[in-house]
């Protein structure tokens, strides 16, 4: 064999490796549980295929995710596209830059599938960093079989929940409880009713202070006391008992029987909530209480996750056609179905309806949260609530509550106080 035909053949050899080597590299990074990871997967394969690139997964479960991207991110070597909470973008990107701007990306993103509330979300003085996957919402679930043997009808007021309490107890005894919920859970649902009866959250949306009056946040804590006093919702101290604080509720055997008849959380967990219910108990979607004069519901929503682009990204329009692709394509909202919950897209929400076999409960709630967005009474949160250090001291003060080591108005001046010293903190 001569040198010259030598050299073609290890050059014909050597071609497809060469090919393989040099397709340009993406990094995707996210969380989430076994059904979530192999839906992603197989999408990913789809866009390398169509794209003739390769996407490098980067995946795990939450646990230990945002101590990892903060390292990456720190040392400019985060992920060219990333799953993100909505509330991280406070903690990375306070001024708009700590993600590539979306808005330079638009030939290459369907901006027009999503509702302008959604790109909202997104915005940090004016710059879009993020778009939204889906969007959660706090509701009511009840055990509408288990609130029959009580004698009880579903409560669609605040005052018909507040008397749910004595009911369940004089019918079922003190083990059985109407509601249960973990601490976010009921500091959320005390925020409604003050948020419907002042007019206002407890932080500022449109600036990093407490909104709350000194009266307001007295009420919060006296609304918390409340729901637990009157035996409406399980006590913290009752839940730490049973496993933890923190466990979910449809792993706690009092909610199996039926002893626990309703949790306030997102809608996004409807199917795990359902799923441990005994044979013939049904669960049912409830009414969110509104009192008569409020302006706004006092509903807690936001995205439940979102997607953004490294500003250290390389590759931007790459990144973002994946980006646009994992949102909006049909094919990937076929194989990623409801994985991270209903799509925000329409493009993709309405793939899925066409499909059948949503969940009639799921549905109805984001009918119930969509109501809400459209009539302009959803109002959009400031990032800072759920700052990882604003919501240790949330949990803390109510932490306090809970154990009866404090009072009412102790608990109140911290949270104005105190509130108001660390959102200037951390803004």
């Given amino acids: 064999m001569t040198v010259n035909r030598r050299i073609v053949l290890a050059s014909a050899l050597a071609a497809p490796f060469v090919h393989a080597q040099d397709k340009p590299v993406l990094r995707f990074a996210w969380w989430g549980g076994a059904s979530r990871h192999q839906a992603t997967l197989a999408a990913l394969k789809v866009f390398e295929q169509r794209h003739g690139v390769r996407v490098k997964a980067e995946y795990m479960g939450f646990a230990g995710y945002l101590e990892r991207l903060t390292?990456?991110?720190?040392g400019r070597s985060e992920p060219d596209v990333m799953q993100i909470n909505w509330a991280w973008m406070a903690m990375f990107s306070k001024r708009g830059n700590g993600f590539t701007d979306l808005n330079g990306?638009?030939?290459?993103?369907?901006?027009?599938?999503?509702t302008e509330d959604d790109l909202a979300y997104g915005r940090v003085q004016g710059k879009l960093n993020a778009l939204p996957t889906s969007f959660s919402a706090r509701v009511f679930l009840w055990n509408q079989t288990a609130f029959g043997r009580a004698g009880v009808k579903l409560p669609e007021t605040w005052e018909e929940l507040f008397a749910t309490g004595p009911a369940f107890r004089a019918k079922l005894g003190d083990s059985a409880y109407p509601l249960d919920g973990e601490l976010y859970d009921m500091i959320l649902l005390s925020q409604s009713y003050v948020q419907q009866k002042h007019g206002t959250p407890f932080v500022d949306p449109a600036k990093p202070r407490v909104a709350m009056s000194p009266a307001a946040a007295l009420d919060w804590v006296k609304t918390y006391k409340h729901l637990v006093d009157s035996h409406v919702a399980t006590p913290l101290p009752l839940r730490a008992s049973l496993g933890g604080a923190e466990k979910p509720?449809?792993?706690q055997p009092d909610?199996?029987?039926g002893r626990w008849a309703g949790n306030y959380t997102w809608d996004s967990v409807i199917a795990l909530r359902g799923s441990t219910l005994q044979p013939g108990d049904k669960l049912a979607l409830g009414a969110f209480p509104t009192l008569p004069d409020a302006k706004d519901s006092g509903l807690f929503g936001r995205p439940t996750v979102m997607y953004t682009i490294g500003r250290n990204c390389k590759?931007?329009?790459?990144?973002a056609r994946l980006m646009n692709f994992l949102l909006t394509d049909p094919e990937a909202a076929r194989i990623l179905g409801r994985t991270r919950g209903l799509p925000s897209a329409k493009g993709a929400l309405a793939v899925l309806q066409n499909a059948g076999g949503l969940p009639p409960l799921e549905l109805a709630a984001h009918d119930q949260i969509q109501a809400q967005r459209d009539a302009g009474r959803l109002i959009r949160p400031d990032p800072l609530f759920e700052h990882a250090r604003f919501q240790k001291?949330?949990?803390?003060?109510?932490?306090?509550i809970a154990y009866k080591k404090t009072t009412d108005a102790e608990a109140a001046r911290r949270l104005v106080e105190e509130g108001n010293a660390l959102l200037q903190r951390i803004q």
Avoid at 71 to 74: C, E
């Fill in 393 to 400: 001291f949330m949990r803390e003060v109510f932490e306090t």
């Fill in 255 to 257: 909610w199996v029987t």
């Fill in 105 to 114: 990306l638009t030939k290459e993103l369907a901006l027009d599938q999503f």
């Fill in 71 to 74: 390292t990456q991110i720190a």
């Fill in 249 to 251: 509720t449809e792993q």
């Fill in 315 to 319: 590759q931007p329009e790459l990144a």
